[in-house]
């Protein structure tokens, strides 16, 4: 089933989400990310869509984006992935799909939601045991978000309106870590 542009409006926010086919990598090695950045920033287009966080993680990845224009988002993120996939299929040799199906999206409805959302993205690698806290995973806009890296992945702007400061955000992070989490509690929103 295809997305409709109708699904997507200016001024709102979607989670953007996908899964690999069979669990498999969408990211081997450092070369795989660095490709797949590269093809983001050349289909990013602030004028249309803003990018608020974003996790590229080894199977799967998220994508929190404001829709700027009547403009659908979806069809950047369907440029983007259908060149990842044919880099990805040429360089591993293989034939077909990457993902498990069409390119996911949630609306964001409240700005409570928003900040969770961020903290779930940023938090991702975290919670897969990949690192141990969200700064040592360099392929997320997270070092941006504290202050630490420049990248142009993120629309400050409106960062700045959810968060006065660099160390607001750090300590709001630092409550969702694993430690201080209470088991029951999970940052879910897929």
Known sequence: ?????????????YHLFNHSITEQFLFRDKEDYLTCLALIKRFYNQN??????????????HFLIYQN????????????????SRYYNKKYNRHGTLFAGKLQHI????????????????????????????????????????GIRDNRLIDRQIVETLFKSPSEYKNCISNFLPSKLDKSFRLDFE
């Open 107 to 146: 609306g964001i409805k409240n700005s409570i939601h928003l900040v969770y959302l961020c903290a779930y993205i940023h938090l991702n690698p975290v919670h897969a045991n990949l690192v141990k806290t969200p700064e040592q995973w360099q392929w997320s806009n997270y070092p941006e978000w504290i």
């Open 48 to 61: 249309d869509y803003s990018i608020l966080a974003y996790c590229l993680m080894p199977n799967h990845y």
């Open 69 to 84: 224009t009547d403009f659908p988002i979806y069809t950047y993120f369907n440029k983007i992935w259908n060149n990842y």
């Open 1 to 13: 089933m295809r997305l409709k542009s109708e699904e997507f409006t200016k001024g709102q926010y």
